[in-house]
């Protein structure tokens, strides 16, 4: 615990056990403008834009991803190479956003489905074993192409 009475993370050396993701943004604009091969004036423009948007910091200084730096070679592949606007980068990152959320909403729909598929299996399995065998007796019946022909009895006139 620190003089304020919060707790402090446990780590050894007295420092702060931190974990990198893709998602940590840990990149000054220099460093990300470097990392990209862009202009930091390039990437202030796109985050102006809403095209690549980078976490904060207190000071409202940019801090860019391992993801964010990603999405401007992608950004800059899109506008250089394929010859897009940026208007319509940006709809093609919102839809390729929008694809990668459905996606997981199915993935998670269809381990919902797969869940209750087992469910019910396990229950009509239940029902099937609470049967009471000795009632009937299970007999196979072999099941034959002969026909067989019915005519009814003549009847008698009644007197």
Known sequence: MDRDGRRRPSSSF???AYTLTEETPVYVISVAAQLSGLHP???RQYDRLGLVSPDRTAGRGRRYSARDIELLRQVQQLSQDEGINLAGIKRIIEL???VAALQARVAELSSAVDGAAAA???REAQVHASYRRDLVPYQDVQQ???LVVWR???TRPTD
């Open 14 to 16: 007295g420092r702060a």
């Open 41 to 43: 004036q390039t990437l």
């Open 96 to 98: 390729e956003n929008q």
């Open 120 to 122: 019910m299996r396990q």
């Open 144 to 146: 034959t192409s002969a």
């Open 152 to 154: 009814p009895k003549p």
